[in-house]
């Protein structure tokens, strides 16, 4: 979240340990001209291997493949291509998939009941620096993160409501600065002064903040249904 923008065709990697799966979810998702199927992995060791010799951009990853962790997967992709910026896949609505790996690095999580249509979005939405989460994951995050919020986002100056609210909307500090007439180096400002009074390591944190304190709703952040 908030990080910069993507310029398309974005390199995708599938990973699921479903070969059929894999390979339909591929086949679907490279009819949008937007992205670049570069490989899919049917075991974590296989998706390291194409991070070691290919440059990817967006990692579709299940996180529950068979005989090895999704999260331990989504270590190794991390360590060897820093920038990567992983969506996780589950059928589990309510585990502690979601929020680790959020903290681990990772920039949306969804169910794997979402249509190829719906994935693609999530795509889009984080090659342009945003969050994809699914309906069902966005009320579990916002019901199960640690801490109050409330009383921390009562202190916030208007532009810092204005500048959280839309940070976790998934909008990059460049259509922040233009929708509320700042320079991106004020809205850079505010977002470094939102981490530090809410207590907040990243987006992530903040858009959980901004979840649980109302202040924006469930839909801005979730992918759109069917």
């Keep these: 979240m908030g990080s910069r923008p993507m310029k398309p065709p974005y390199r995708l990697l599938v990973v699921d340990d479903h070969k059929f799966v894999c390979e339909m979810l591929a086949h679907k998702l490279a009819t949008d001209r937007s992205i670049e199927i570069v490989g899919i992995a049917n075991h974590g060791t296989t998706a390291v291997e194409i991070a070691r010799s290919r440059e990817l951009d967006i990692a579709l990853l299940d996180m529950t ?31 502690h998939y979601p929020i680790a790996l959020l903290e681990l690095g990772g920039v949306g999580f969804l ?17 342009a620096g945003g969050m994809a989460v699914s309906p069902e994951i966005a009320v579990f995050l916002a019901t199960h993160s640690n801490g109050n919020p409330v009383e921390r986002v009562r202190h916030l100056t208007t532009k810092e ?66």
């Design 65 to 95: 493949l068979e005989q090895e962790d999704g999260l331990g997967v989504a270590r190794q992709l991390l360590a060897v291509q820093p920038g990567l910026r992983i969506i996780g896949l589950s059928m589990h609505d309510h585990s």
């Design 161 to 226: 409501h204005q500048v959280l609210g839309r940070l976790a909307s998934g909008l990059p500090v460049k259509d922040i600065a233009q929708l509320l007439g700042l320079t991106e180096k004020t809205v850079q400002g505010h977002r470094n002064n939102l981490r530090k009074k809410l207590g907040a390591r990243t987006d992530v944190d903040l858009c959980l903040f901004a979840l649980k304190a109302g202040l924006i709703d469930l839909h801005r952040l979730s992918l759109p249904s069917d």
């Design 111 to 127: 169910t794997k009941r979402a249509s190829a249509r719906e994935i693609g979005e999530a795509v889009r939405r984080v090659a």
